[in-house]
T-cell receptor
Framework: EAGVAQSPRYKIIEKRQSVAFWCNPI?????LYWYQQILGQGPKLLIQ????????DSQLPKDRFSAERLKGVDSTLKIQPAKLEDSAVYLC???????????FGPGTRLTVL | DQQVKQNSPSLSVQEGRISILNCDYT??????FLWYKKYPAEGPTFLIS?????DKNEDGRFTVFLNKSAKHLSLHIVPSQPGDSAVYFC???????????FGKGTKLSVIP
């Protein structure tokens, strides 16, 4: 079974630029999560989808971050405009149903200069 | 406010000895606890979990202990192997939510 795929693996941008990350969850997994992991911290949940609907986006900075999962499969997370403090690893995870084990992708490391 | 705390950023252990990683939590509504292991440039992978109705769960070399009154859990690895060298995250969930709250992680180095 293929794991959670993410791209790109690394991205370097300047502040005020825009960036987008892509995630393809494990086939059949209804729930998809985006986490932000700042260096030295644990992953912090940004947004949770159930199929193509948002379950929780209370910790998503909506003035600059947006995410979508239009067909209930893959998802994109966008930052516009980026700030220095957005430098982090962005992790995508999925599970078959709420409460099941979450499987994580390898993450996208974003550096904002 | 950190609801899940891992106060030791790093731990070094000799191969073959026991590794003990600690985690404290403040939210009394948490009722399910997990440990994740993370290698560099990879995503976290699930290691072991424990429900609040238990005080111990064992899986091979890995055992998690839960002390609800102290709001403390620990992960024991016996015997430690060089391949166990990784960052270990403690996570918790509960109160009707399946969302995970993570600690900052502890970097374990197992010295051959």
């Amino acid at each position: 079974e293929a794991g959670v795929a993410q791209s790109p693996r690394y991205k370097i941008i300047e502040k005020r630029q825009s960036v987008a990350f892509w995630c393809n969850p494990i086939s059949g997994h209804a729930t998809l999560y985006w986490y932000q992991q700042i260096l030295g911290q644990g992953p912090k949940l940004l947004i949770q989808f159930q199929n193509n609907g948002v379950v929780d986006d209370s910790q998503l900075p909506k003035d600059r971050f947006s995410a979508e999962r239009l067909k209930g499969v893959d998802s994109t997370l966008k930052i516009q405009p980026a700030k220095l403090e957005d430098s982090a690893v962005y992790l995508c995870a999925s599970n078959r149903a709420l409460g099941d084990e979450q499987f994580f992708g390898p993450g996208t490391r974003l550096t904002v200069l | 406010d950190q609801q899940v705390k891992q106060n030791s950023p790093s731990l070094s252990v000799q191969e073959g000895r026991i590794s003990i990683l600690n985690c404290d939590y403040t939210n009394s509504m948490f009722d399910y606890f997990l440990w994740y292991k993370k290698y560099p440039a990879e995503g976290p992978t699930f290691l072991i979990s424990i429900s609040s109705i238990k005080d111990k769960n064992e899986d091979g070399r890995f055992t998690v202990f839960l002390n609800k009154s102290a709001k403390h859990l620990s992960l024991h690895i016996v015997p430690s192997q060089p391949g166990d060298s990784a960052v270990y995250f403690c996570a918790a969930t509960g109160a009707g939510s399946y969302q995970l709250t993570f600690g900052k992680g502890t970097k374990l180095s197992v010295i051959p």
